[in-house]
């Protein structure tokens, strides 16, 4: 008896990112896999895959944007499916990882919902998780399996090379983004700023910049985050650099959450440009003068490559995808 040893590989995608998805296989030359996904009238999701995996090393291409609960359960049910149906090895590729931002608990009484979607993944039958900037590096020690973290910032950095001139600051519009404002800072070999914020514990997405650390009047400023959800952070921000005497501030974040009112935000901010990746869709309906989207999709490739040959993912980015 001889036994083929030989792995294959095949990537399917959920409903929440299909032109990611496509533009990941195309970067990797291989065809979406075809899976049938619908939604009973009571909202219960059906799955099934059209060709067969077993023994395949699969990925599961999701993204968890709105509806964020429908997206991780999607991923879940598509999971579940594949382990039932013998594939070899399944990774979850989530290019946003939802209910990232509730990875401790604050305040008494609070869950810690982003430990809940990594059991749910793990449950599922997922054995590795591939993300990208995720809002907090300890996400990694919710999963007993690997996770490899990407980082969007080469493709940020290389914006800001080829499109403003000047003497540049980078600014982390928090305390809490410190460590990849310095990175950026290094690619782009210029000085670091530093914002204080002060958010409020009893209304979400309510925030208020107070105050900044650094060097910023006459300078064009480069504020780094790794989401934009409702634009309040990043247009308080702003408007406090242009108070300090800022030439002109632009505005990068891995992803474009853009919960409203983030447009009408952003529109009326004193930032020239923002700049985000396509991790989370970006509808055509949303998209504004000042708005550029990036697409992240040779980032999971490569990923995604190095991965299925068994080679190194922080070589990739030169040791810098650690969050």
Same mark, same amino acid.
């Given at each position: ?116 979607? /990594?059991?749910? &993944?793990?449950?599922? $039958? +997922?054995?590795? %998780?591939?993300?990208?900037?995720? !809002? ?101 921000? /702003?408007?406090? &650099?242009?108070?300090? $005497? +800022?030439?002109? %501030?632009?505005?990068?974040?891995? !992803? ?68």
């Amino acid at each position: 008896m001889e036994i083929n040893s030989k792995r294959t590989l095949q990537i399917f995608a959920g409903r929440s990112n299909p032109e990611l998805a496509q533009e990941i296989a195309t970067q990797l030359k291989q065809p979406l896999g075809t899976v049938e996904i619908a939604t009973f009238a009571n909202g219960e999701i059906y799955c099934r895959f059209e060709e067969s995996v077993r023994g395949a090393d699969v990925y599961v291409i999701q993204t968890h944007s709105s509806p964020v609960n429908e997206a991780i359960m999607e991923q879940c049910i598509m999971i579940d499916a594949l382990k039932r149906a013998s594939a070899g090895r399944i990774t979850a590729v989530c290019p946003y990882y939802g209910y990232s931002r509730q990875d401790k608990k604050a305040r008494s009484r609070e869950p810690i919902a982003a430990r809940l979607v /990594a059991d749910m &993944l793990s449950a599922a $039958g +997922a054995g590795r %998780v591939i993300s990208v900037d995720l !809002h907090t590096g300890q996400i990694q020690g919710f999963f007993d399996f690997p996770f490899d973290h990407l980082t969007a910032l080469p493709l940020l950095a290389d914006w800001v090379r080829n499109e403003v001139r000047g003497d540049v600051v980078v600014v982390s519009p928090d305390a809490g983004r410190v460590k990849v404002t310095e990175r950026m800072a290094s690619m782009l070999q210029s000085d670091v700023a530093i914002l204080y914020k002060r958010r409020s514990t009893d209304v979400r997405n309510q925030s208020e910049t107070l105050a900044v650390v650094g060097d910023v009047e006459g300078r064009h400023c480069i504020l780094v985050d790794d989401m934009i959800d409702t634009a309040g952070t990043i247009c308080g921000a /702003a408007t406090l &650099l242009k108070d300090h $005497g +800022a030439v002109e %501030v632009d505005a990068l974040a891995t !992803h474009g959450i853009f919960s409203d009112p983030a447009i009408d935000r952003l529109k009326n901010a004193p930032i020239e440009r923002i700049v985000v990746t396509n991790t989370v869709p970006v509808s055509p309906e949303r998209r504004f003068d000042k708005l550029t989207v990036l697409s992240a999709a040779p980032v999971v490739a490569k990923a995604i490559r190095a991965v299925f040959e068994d080679t190194s993912v922080s070589e990739i980015f030169a040791g810098n995808n650690q969050p």
